[in-house]
């Protein structure tokens, strides 16, 4: 009995270490609609990008995963265009649920990641270059030129990466400002600052 309990419980800590995107048991998944046709797999929200006159002056991301783009759902895939002005920065940050495959199309790029060992992995990219983020790792990017902007294409192997910002997650909500002062072994007022940074 109880080689079968540890059998059973071992069978789903094995499906939580998988957790991902679930296999659907269809072709593709369609959100209350009996009329499907092309429409349905046809984003059109990057089509602002193909006659832009001018370049944000902030960083910028125009995503398409399943939340802008239904159809991605079920299909482990999404996909985003970065945008970085001369100087910008996306900052550190996660993907819980995917890897990040970065393509640079234009301009250059100072990227970084950090292992669980805490072992920091940097290059400097250049237009044609791709970088893998590992999922679920700390990473960042940042265009040092102070004249130049830079653009990249990032897929996803999830339609639902999800986003975890360290700077809003730690000092844009409610963690009390003495855990935070205690973690990064400084004082409240070096907290209160951080976080009006931010707002």
């Known amino acids: 009995m109880k080689l079968l ?6 069978f789903v800590i094995v499906q939580i270490a998988l957790a991902g995107d679930p296999d659907i048991l269809s072709d593709f998944l369609v959100p209350n609609q009996n009329n499907v046709d092309g429409s ?14 001018t370049f944000p002056a902030n960083f ?46 234009d ?3 100072e990227v970084g990641f950090v292992d669980t060992t805490n072992k920091l992995f940097t290059q400097s990219l250049q237009a044609g270059d791709m970088f893998i983020f590992p999922k679920g790792l700390v990473h960042y990017q940042y265009n040092a030129d102070p004249n130049n902007p830079a653009i990249a294409i990032s897929s996803f192997g ?23 002062a205690k973690s990064f072994k400084t004082d409240v ?8 940074g931010l707002a």
Do not use: C, W
């Not at 349905?40 to 006159?53: C, D, E, I, K």
């Open 5 to 10: 309990s540890l059998v059973l419980s071992s």
């Open 40 to 53: 349905f797999f046809t984003y059109t929200g990057m089509r602002v990008l193909v006659n832009q006159s």
């Open 60 to 105: 910028t991301i125009l995503k398409a995963s399943m939340v802008e783009f239904p159809a991605l759902n079920g299909q482990s895939v999404s996909y985003a265009v970065l945008q970085y002005p001369a100087s910008s920065l996306n900052p550190p940050h996660t993907h819980p649920r995917a890897a990040e495959l970065l393509f640079l199309v």
């Open 107 to 109: 301009g250059s790029l």
């Open 158 to 180: 999830s339609a639902n990466a999800g986003t975890v910002s360290l700077p809003k997650t730690l000092f844009a909500t409610n963690i009390d400002d003495t855990i935070l």
């Open 189 to 196: 007022s070096t907290i209160q600052a951080l976080k009006a």
